[in-house]
């Protein structure tokens, strides 16, 4: 969702004032505070490691972090403008391009939280793979009919619906609407679906829980439409290294396995998000150290 000029300034001072109040403008108060904010989206793996890092943060440097839940576009112009000071869900090269290109040079970009991420368009695995292989197999008007002419996506202005939009204009799927809505409303649509043993196409990405959870399969894009392999980053507002160095540092060697991600999203849909961060730092304390102290 491309949101600038007046309309976005008043969504991201929305967004601020929900999550924390009076804004984020630097005071002496704030800085006694020792608090950040770090912006986030309520996809599965964006909620897990924004609150894995949270967690850190407050228990090892005794910061107050806040969460401010925001559309993408509107983080990335939060970042820029010094708003928001963190956001740890860049997924990059491709899937947030339109947003980089934009604010790219106003942003600092501390690498990768976690590798081998990628986007995707998802069919249960008890569809035929004779019938329905490859994206292109949705131009079958067979295949339109039982898949009832709908790709169920996610929110409209993620990286993803966007590659989604351009992949129905690469492979010509005129007899296909795509469909936007939230992560869960995806999810509810897909269990639905997979409990009567519909047929059904679905915008999805790795990690996510739902592989764990259901047997399911990419289509293939030999056309290359949404894009490879991506890594997903943490990127900070200029002069958040001047501001909290310690943290600036641990975000920039905070790498996480993705098996682990997934093992910590598939625990969270058991539990909470929250129990399965617990967990993860009670299990992985070399590692925690290692990110909060730099010391092997």
Not at 61 to 73: N, Q, R, S, W
Not at 227 to 246: C, M
């Amino acid at each position: 969702m491309k949101i600038f000029g007046k309309a976005l300034g008043m969504l991201l001072s929305a967004a601020m004032t929900v999550g924390l109040g009076t804004g984020v403008v630097a005071t002496s108060a704030q800085a006694a505070e020792k608090s950040i904010n770090i912006g986030w989206t309520a996809w599965s793996d964006a909620e897990a490691v924004t609150k894995l890092a949270k967690a850190v943060i407050e228990e090892r440097f005794g910061y107050k972090v806040e969460l401010t839940m925001a559309d993408i576009g509107i983080q990335y112009q939060g970042i820029a403008s010094g708003k928001l000071d963190a956001m740890l869900m860049s997924w990059q090269p491709l899937t947030h391009k339109p947003y980089l290109d934009k604010v790219g040079k106003d942003i600092v970009d501390l690498g990768p939280l976690y590798t081998r991420a990628r986007l995707g368009w998802v069919v249960p695995d008890y569809i035929p793979v004779d019938q329905v292989k490859t994206i292109e197999d949705l131009k079958k008007p067979e295949v339109q009919k039982q898949l009832g002419g709908k790709i169920q996506g996610i929110d409209p202005g993620s990286g993803l619906m966007q590659a989604s939009e351009k992949a129905l204009k690469t492979y010509d799927l005129k007899g296909m609407q795509l469909v936007s809505a939230s992560d869960a409303a995806m999810l509810a649509a897909l269990e639905r679906a997979m409990k009567r043993n519909e047929w059904i196409v679905v915008t999805s990405w790795s990690p996510h829980w739902m592989f764990a959870n259901w047997k399911l399969r990419y289509l293939e894009d030999p056309k290359g439409a949404l894009g490879g392999l991506e890594s997903v980053n943490a990127i900070v507002r200029k002069g958040f290294y001047q501001d909290h160095p310690e943290i600036f540092e641990f975000l920039n060697r905070m790498v996480l396995p993705i098996g682990d991600l997934e093992a910590m999203m598939q625990e969270a849909r058991q539990t909470s998000y929250e129990k399965a961060v617990d967990n993860y730092i009670k299990n992985n304390k070399a590692r925690i150290d290692y990110w909060v102290t730099g010391k092997l």
